[in-house]
């Protein structure tokens, strides 16, 4: 099921954006002259209004490999709906072995979600909401589904205009 709504490019420039490191992961490459470290690092960035990204970084350096990361997050941006610090409506999205669920809460239920989703739920702005990775725990898939999730989240108004429903029917079926 593909979205067909315009995506806006969204300027890192113009926003305060914060950032979160997700996990870094040391490699290890064995030469002749011994072994050869590198790092890498997935990072997710977020204005905490309804604005998020993601990205990864590779370099010799944790530092540097964190400072890519965040360049390449910029590059990622999206928007996600946040209606009174919760998300629209439940969604399901599934990236690799990774599949993640989430849900709309309550106000003061809070973002009770697992390690890396819980990384881009909060950088979103997202206060209460429920989800649930199911399957793989891989960071990198778990980040990349709840992307996935969150790009699939839509506005209420934009479902009545689709569907030509008032906005209270689309929330009173």
């Known amino acids: 099921m593909a979205s ?12 305060e954006l914060k950032e979160k490191v997700v996990s870094i992961n040391r490699v290890v490459k064995t030469t002749k002259g011994g072994r050869a470290f590198s790092f890498s690092a997935l990072v997710v ?5 309804g604005i998020v990204g993601h990205g990864l970084g590779k ?7 964190i400072t890519k990361g965040i360049e390449d997050a910029k590059k990622n941006l999206i928007r996600v709906p946040v209606m ?10 599934k990236e690799g072995a990774a599949k993640v669920l ?4 309550a106000h003061g239920t809070g973002v009770i979600a697992g390690g890396s989703m819980r990384a881009v739920l909060e950088s979103a702005g997202i206060t209460d909401v429920l989800a649930k990775s199911l399957g793989s725990a891989n960071p990198h898939n778990v980040v990349k589904a709840t ?8 506005e209420p108004i934009q479902v009545s205009r689709t569907r030509n429903l008032s906005l209270k029917k689309v929330f009173n079926g």
Do not use: M, W, Y
């Open 4 to 15: 067909t709504h315009v995506v806006s490019k969204i300027k890192a420039g113009d926003l």
């Open 45 to 49: 960035v977020g204005n905490q209004a």
């Open 59 to 65: 370099a010799k350096e944790v530092q540097e490999a």
């Open 84 to 93: 009174h610090g919760t998300i629209p409506h439940d969604q399901i999205a």
């Open 102 to 105: 989430i849900k709309p809460a």
């Open 147 to 154: 992307f996935k999730a969150l790009n699939l989240l839509r």
